[in-house]
């Protein structure tokens, strides 16, 4: 049985080099996303044969990740299998690419299944996109944009520093009572994850911005480099009281990066959960790009 062990800020010095290697666009391939939510999906990892593995349970089902690593992946995922046996659950990986579908087919032709996991697949947009929101496509963004410029004209966009960092954690909790998180499974656990990021935030390697309006936080967001071309949007939070400030953190944000970072081509906004309404946001902003993800299943006897 492979010794997984539960997730803790001081992996991520080994950690980070599998991933780093492996220059992924999905965010589920990141240590933040991996240490913030093994709350909710009890993720474990381990290092076999030079190889990253992941383990997880979500709704009782217990599944790994595709291995993260190079080399003989036929030698681990033979251990992995292994594993899934002397545990006493189906042997299945989450969150596998298309790339990953086609080396299972050749390694176990015909003992995997594949479904599609929708509610998974990432959301990637041209970075210049965001900043610029140009073209008939992002007219409505636009509107929002220069609504709130007119309506909050004492507004200002602030890179979050370890002065400003509690006022977010504030904001947030705020946040949370106008949205009845307390009545919502989900965004409690959420609440969870975003309060691992704050805790850990330097250790992390995170940054972000906020939004001001009145001199009071209004908007925040925090994330990371994801890979060589990628940027990463962990956690994006406004009042839809103030109109227009999730388009006007979303864009200061996005020109910031692109500042900072001139060789980063997208911005990945993460997954939508299978909720309608982030759906619909996610899908407003018309995403270039979808990191597609995909559940494989050992059915062989």
């Known amino acids: 049985m492979i010794n997984f062990k539960q997730v803790e800020i001081s992996d991520k010095t080994w950690i ?11 965010c ?26 992941v383990k997880g349970c979500f709704d ?18 033979e251990t992995m299998k292994q594993d899934a046996v002397e545990s006493k659950h189906q042997f299945q990986m989450m969150g596998i690419s298309v790339e990953n579908m086609k080396t299972l087919n050749e390694l176990y032709p015909g003992e995997f299944t594949f479904e599609e996991m929708r509610d998974s697949f990432d959301y990637l947009y041209f970075i210049e996109k ?47 009572k106008e949205n009845n998180c307390k009545d919502d499974d989900l965004l409690m656990k959420e609440r969870c994850a975003v309060l691992r990021c704050f805790k850990n935030y330097t250790e992390l390697g995170l940054e972000g911005g906020l939004l001001r309006v009145n001199g009071e936080v209004m908007a925040y967001t925090i994330g990371e480099k994801l890979n060589s071309d990628t940027y990463d949007i962990h956690i994006e939070k406004a009042f839809n009281r103030i109109r227009g400030s999730y388009q006007m953190i979303n864009r200061e944000f996005a020109a ?14 993460e997954e939508d959960m299978g909720y309608e309404g982030l759906r619909k946001a996610k899908l407003s902003y018309k995403p270039d790009k979808m990191v597609e993800k995909y559940r494989a299943i050992y059915v062989a006897s």
């Open 16 to 26: 980070d080099p599998f991933l780093k290697a492996a220059d992924s666009r999905a």
């Open 28 to 53: 589920h391939l990141n240590f933040t996303n991996i240490f913030a939510w093994s709350g909710l999906y009890n993720y474990r990892v381990a290092e076999v044969n030079d190889f990253l593995l």
């Open 60 to 77: 009782d089902i217990d599944y790994y990740f595709y291995p993260i690593g190079t080399g003989n992946v036929l030698k681990v995922l």
């Open 130 to 176: 965001l900043v610029s929101l140009a073209g008939n496509k992002m007219h409505s963004k636009r509107n929002h944009v220069n609504r709130f410029k007119r309506e909050y004209k004492d507004w200002q966009f602030e890179i979050i520093t370890a002065e400003n960092l509690a006022e977010c954690l504030e904001m947030n909790d705020q946040w949370c």
């Open 256 to 269: 910031y990066i692109h500042e900072k970072y001139p060789e980063i081509v997208y911005i990945n906004r």
